[in-house]
């Protein structure tokens, strides 16, 4: 139940593992709590840990303006078109996020906000809020949680705590009216399910089915970005039968979701496969570092391409092609609901061309044309995803037999 006021919870009434936050994350917090400013850990951050889970991203909310952030933080940058935020830099790869309060009624978040490698001239019109009004706009009550690291306690307005210990994902006000504000949240809270292993709050079980049209009206590349984070999540198989439960599948990926697929059973070959790779993605650090592997969402799109064409019972759907044309042909008629752009699906279009040549003539396979697109990793991860499945080694050690010339 959201309040004005949080229900604070101390040290000793929450198993909230400090060691678990990224050091980078606890200087920024620190830094601006020395300065005087309240400089929280949000979102997901503080679910992931009250979960025993190591979270992938660290993001710090503050009252501080983000012309303040930036001058507190020489390496950092301000970005954002509507509402901007602060991106705080350690090392190449590593950006830590820093905002300041946003208001209730500064609800939508777009691509720039979340970062697009821009940076923007500061707006007049940027919404800040409280904690109170920052916790209140967020989608669901397990991310509305504020980690503060100066009392070493959980602030809670939404009442996310308690649906934690409950395994509830329950939306943060009314789930329709917050749905209608941006239907993409109707994806997230499946996801959200997914992972967490918790149960919808009935109301918005039954929001999400109600509207689930909505998805047709926002714009392609949100939905595409969306599924791409599920299919590298490490929870793909669990968050798309989740989605074809709550009706919604079907609207952006019939090739799995259609009333005669026995795809996402429990066990259908297909599901085996989906099984493997969230393994292989769970195994992965946040840049995919682990096994020195960057494969990407493109080997998900290729295995779900390659199996729409089949039941899901087929161990071996090369078989349902007799050619690289015919390959390409069945490709052209795939993903008619989900905008894939154009060098995403010329990815998936060489990736399955290998993957064919291992099977039926590999002295054909070209290295350079391999490079030029960048698809090794995905290739050997495709492979990798294969012989977990079927135990058959010969494409796997093909494929690295091939990359090791490179």
């Not at 996020?97 to 001239?121: C, H, I, L, P």
């Not at 939404?158 to 239907?183: A, C, Q």
């Not at 682990?290 to 161990?315: H, M």
Request: glycine share 6%; net charge positive.
């Amino acid at each position: 139940m959201t309040t004005s006021f949080p229900k604070v919870y101390a040290a000793e009434k929450q198993h909230f593992s400090r060691q678990l936050i990224d050091r980078d994350c606890v200087k920024i917090m620190q830094r601006l709590n020395h300065q005087g400013f309240k400089g929280y850990l949000v979102g997901g951050g503080v679910r992931d840990i009250l979960l025993g889970k190591t979270p992938k991203d660290f993001d710090v909310a503050t009252d501080a303006t983000p012309k303040i952030v930036k001058r507190l933080f020489r390496n950092s940058r301000i970005i954002g078109r509507r509402f901007q935020l602060v991106q705080v830099y350690f090392g190449r790869d590593k950006i830590i996020q820093v905002s300041t309060f946003r208001d209730v009624a500064d609800q939508f978040e777009s691509a720039n906000e979340e970062g697009d490698g821009k940076s923007y001239k500061p707006q007049a019109d940027n919404n800040f809020g409280t904690e109170s009004s920052d916790a209140f706009r967020r989608d669901l009550t397990i991310n509305g949680l504020f980690y503060d690291i100066a009392s070493n306690s959980i602030l809670d307005y939404v009442g996310g705590f308690e649906d934690l210990k409950s395994g509830v994902i329950r939306i943060i006000g009314d789930p329709e009216t917050r749905f209608r504000e941006d239907p993409v949240r109707m994806l997230r809270t499946v996801r959200h399910a997914a992972r967490t292993g918790f149960r919808i709050e009935e109301r918005a079980l039954a929001a999400i089915k109600e509207l689930k049209y909505l998805i047709k009206d926002c714009p392609a590349m949100r939905i595409y970005e969306e599924v791409k984070k599920d299919l590298t999540s490490g929870s793909c198989l669990n968050i798309f039968r989740g989605l074809e439960k709550a009706e919604l599948l079907s609207l952006f990926l019939p090739e799995i979701a259609n009333d005669n697929s026995s795809l996402l059973e429990n066990k259908s070959y297909f599901s085996r496969i989906l099984h493997a790779a969230d393994e292989l993605f769970s195994s992965y650090d946040v840049n995919y570092k682990t096994n020195n592997s960057k494969a990407t969402a493109t080997s998900l799109f290729a295995l779900i391409a390659l199996f729409a064409a089949s039941d899901g019972s087929n161990s071996n759907p090369i078989n349902n092609f007799k050619s690289e044309d015919n390959l390409r042909t069945h490709l052209s008629k795939c993903f008619t609901k989900l905008s894939i752009t154009r060098n995403e699906k010329e990815r998936v279009a060489i990736l399955l061309k290998y993957w064919h040549l291992l099977s039926v003539a590999p002295q054909k396979l070209s290295r350079r044309s391999l490079a030029r697109v960048s698809l090794a990793d995905d290739l050997l991860f495709f492979c990798q995803i294969m012989y977990l499945v079927t135990g058959n080694r010969s494409q796997l050690d093909l494929t690295s037999q091939f990359l090791k010339k490179r």
